[in-house]
T-cell receptor, first 119, second 114 residues
């Protein structure tokens, strides 16, 4: 159980276009989803926290008008990179929180990631 | 506030020898701690987690980690490295005051030589 999918797994686009990445929790409902960005040979950097039915909360330094996040249902969150530029090329990873607090902790389940290359 | 420090950016071991990946954390509240592995161009896989139960945690693929509160450490070990263990490893901390957010360490690259 607790499977998270992302689509597409990789995408190449031209500079100036917009790209949408989907994150789905396949077998559980996720009130909270997270979006991360990972540059080559680096760690994951949290971009934003997405809560179903409300506006996303962005981390400091992340442009909310650049990275549009929509969490329309308990199983789907989308990240749209608007007017993409080569510096936006990165590995984007989402995770879904199952909301379980048994033992006093929440657990995140990670998607396989989306490789974005902007030409 | 929470943070996590992985003390080694790169570890090289011979196949069949022990592996030790070091992780120290800082948190204002009781932490939950995780170790994830990421193979090249792949997503994250959970190796193990500590959530205030037993301090010695056993995970998948022969890995284990020990939570030491006095040392604020959560080091990952494996008695015998396999070639397939070559990957990037991330130590992660989360606390109840962080609204479920994960704080990732910088990562440790493990190289296994024959």
């Amino acid at each position: 159980g607790a499977v998270v999918s992302q689509h597409p797994s990789w995408v190449i686009c031209k500079s100036g276009t917009s790209v949408k990445i989907e994150c789905r929790s396949l077998d559980f409902q996720a009130t909270t989803m997270f979006w991360y960005r990972q540059f080559p040979k680096q760690s994951l950097m949290l971009m934003a926290t997405s809560n179903e039915g409300s506006k996303a909360t962005y981390e400091q330094g992340v442009e909310k008008d650049k990275f549009l996040i929509n969490h329309a249902s308990l199983t789907l969150s989308t990240l749209t990179v608007t007017s993409a530029h080569p510096e936006d090329s990165s590995f984007y990873i989402c995770s879904a929180d199952n909301g379980m607090v048994a033992g006093g902790y929440n657990e995140q389940f990670f998607g396989p990631g989306t490789r974005l290359t902007v030409l | 506030a929470q943070s996590v420090t992985q003390l080694d950016s790169h570890v090289s071991v011979s196949e069949g020898t022990p592996v030790l990946l070091r992780c120290n954390y800082s948190s204002s509240y009781s932490p939950s701690l995780f170790w994830y592995v990421q193979h090249p161009n792949k997503g994250l896989q959970l190796l193990l987690k500590y959530t205030s139960a037993a301090t010695l945690v056993k995970g998948i693929n022969g890995f284990e980690a020990e939570f030491k509160k006095s040392e604020t450490s959560f080091h990952l070990t494996k008695p015998s490295a396999h070639m397939s263990d070559a990957a990037e490893y991330f130590c992660v901390v989360s606390t109840t005051d962080s609204w479920g957010k994960f704080q990732f360490g910088a990562g440790t690259q493990v190289v296994v030589t024959p």
